[in-house]
C-alpha cells in the first residue's frame, strides 16, 4: 500500500518513497502559506511559507526560503514532540533530503541560517505571543536566549510581521522563489 498524500497540483508525496514523489515548488508554497507556526499556538495565524520569506529577508540565498520546504507535506511538528518520535524524525530527514534534492538547495543548515532562524524566531516570538513575557529555558524558545538585541532588532527591521493571508504568503514565497534564483 503506498502512503501518500495528494497535492494541490494533483502529484503525490509518498512518505516511504519521497526522492520519487511528483511534487513542485507550487505545492510546497502552497502548503506552507496553509501551515500555522507554533503549530498554530501563536495570537494570530502566521505562515510558515512568511517565516520562511522572513529568514530569506536575513540571509540572502534559497537556502532560507526552503529550510522548512518539507514541513509542507509532513507539517509543523513543535520540537519538543519531534523529539519524542525518532520515527517521525527518520521519516522528515529523508524527506529533507528529497525535497533538497528536487528543489537544488542544501539540507543542512548552515550557521548563518541556523541564526537567521533564531533570529526570525525571536521577533516572532516578540510579535506572535503577547502572553509569553520571559525567556525561559524551558518555555520552549532556549535558542534564542544569548541572541544580541542589536541583532534581533537588525532581523525585525527586514522581516514582515503583519500577518498575511495564505494566499498573500503563497505569491510571496514563490516571488521571493524567482527573487533568489
Known sequence: MIKSIVLQSGGLFDFESPHTSHFTIEDIAHNLSNL???????????????????????????????????????????????????????????????????????CEMGVDLKKADYLALAVERRHLFRNVKLIDSDDGF???????????????????????????????????WDELR
Not at 495565524?45 to 529577508?57: D, P, W
Open 36 to 106: 500555522c507556526r507554533f503549530n498554530g499556538g501563536c495570537d494570530v495565524f502566521f505562515s510558515v511559507a512568511q517565516h520562511s520569506v522572513n529568514v530569506s529577508r536575513i540571509v540572502e540565498t534559497r537556502d532560507a526560503l526552503a529550510h522548512d520546504a518539507a514541513e509542507a507535506f509532513y507539517g509543523d511538528m513543535t520540537t519538543w514532540l519531534k523529539a519524542l518520535c525518532p520515527d517521525y524524525r527518520a521519516l522528515l530527514a529523508d524527506g529533507e533530503h528529497a525535497v533538497a534534492n528536487r528543489l537544488g538547495v542544501h
Open 142 to 176: 532556549h535558542h534564542i536566549k544569548d541572541l544580541a538585541l542589536s541583532e534581533v532588532d537588525a532581523a525585525e527591521a527586514a522581516m514582515a510581521m503583519t500577518p498575511w493571508t495564505p494566499r498573500f504568503a503563497k505569491n510571496a514565497f514563490l516571488e521571493r
